[in-house]
């Protein structure tokens, strides 16, 4: 497989498979990162060979034509250019479902991110999730479960792609050209997700980071201003920016607290804390909402932490 993190539940799953024992509805759960849309792509190669054994073989006319993306079997629940997954596109999925397939074997839809669906969307899938028929398989994939509807949860049967530990992950890097010092460091940030940390890897992202704490070093210090530090701001990577200003609040207030353990002010501390993260995450959350000026946001939020970093 192209991420060998991946290999464990292809085959856990493909023994399935081959025993009749697959559930129809196949639900993925995995961080940003760690290789959901692969594997669901490869997992569905497998249930379209004409071999059917799980596992692609890569020469027959199914994984050719999946390949050059024209099997006529495969269908894909997506519109890059929609922020949701609407009910029509579900329709076209129920539609499809309801005929034969085209080259005599599995039928298999793919949904990625399907906590994009709207209410009603999910709604529609709900009777093809429970039944689809003979031969045809839904594969979901998603980031954030928790905002699924439990109907759509209760007739999958769910799986978790766990992030993998950087020792799984030296045959891959080797074949990467990354520097493996530098891989290792940003990978400790990224919460399990390899593939984000090899982007970031291959770009400046540690010199960013490194630039971004010295600015932020300056305005705890009162070298510069709140608004001097919000001039940094990059909208393109305000994600980035919220994480690097998540940890180096917690790591500074955690010394801080350290340093000061006889301080009688230390649970109003962890209560400063406590509030500074709520600001950041309430923060991220207004900068996700269509039409908002993030830029403004985020000076609003650099005068909060001055505040707070004051007591």
């Not at 397939?101 to 709207?118: E, H, N, R, W």
């Not at 509807?149 to 992030?163: A, E, G, H, K, N």
């Not at 001097?228 to 980035?240: G, H, I, L, P």
């Amino acid at each position: 497989m192209k991420y060998p993190w991946l290999t464990g539940l292809h085959t856990q799953l493909s023994q399935q498979y081959q025993t009749n024992q697959l559930h129809h509805a196949l639900l993925i759960n995995a961080a940003v990162g760690v290789g959901k849309r692969q594997f669901a792509m490869d997992f569905a190669a497998g249930l379209l060979c004409d071999k059917k054994t799980g596992q692609a073989c890569g020469q027959c006319k199914s994984c050719l034509l999946l390949e050059t993306q024209a099997h006529p079997d495969f269908f894909i629940a997506e519109d890059p250019a929609a922020k949701s997954i609407g009910v029509d596109l579900i329709r076209q999925v129920v539609s499809r479902a309801q005929q034969k397939s085209q080259q005599g074997g599995a039928l298999v839809f793919y949904i990625p991110d399907c906590d994009k669906m709207t209410e009603a969307s999910a709604n529609a899938l709900l009777k093809t999730l429970e039944e689809p028929g003979q031969d045809k398989y839904l594969i979901l994939t998603t980031a954030s479960i928790n905002r699924l509807l439990p109907t759509i949860l209760s007739r999958c049967q769910q799986y978790v792609l766990r992030p993998p530990q950087l020792s799984e992950l030296t045959s891959w890097l080797a074949e990467q050209h990354v520097d493996l010092a530098r891989f290792e460091t940003i990978y400790q940030q990224m919460n399990g997700s390899p593939l984000i940390a090899l982007d970031y890897a291959k770009s400046d992202y540690l010199d960013k980071q490194k630039a971004f704490l010295a600015d932020f070093k300056q305005l705890i210090t009162g070298q510069i201003s709140a608004f001097q530090f919000s001039q940094v701001f990059d909208e393109k990577a305000y994600n980035q920016q919220l994480d690097w200003l998540n940890q180096a609040i917690s790591k500074w207030l955690a010394a801080k607290l350290q340093s000061n353990s006889s301080d009688p002010k230390q649970a109003v501390k962890r209560l400063l804390i406590s509030d500074l993260n709520l600001q950041l995450a309430h923060a991220r959350a207004q900068m996700l909402q269509s039409g908002m000026n993030k830029k403004t946001i985020f000076q609003r939020l650099c005068f909060n932490l001055v505040d707070g970093l004051k007591y």
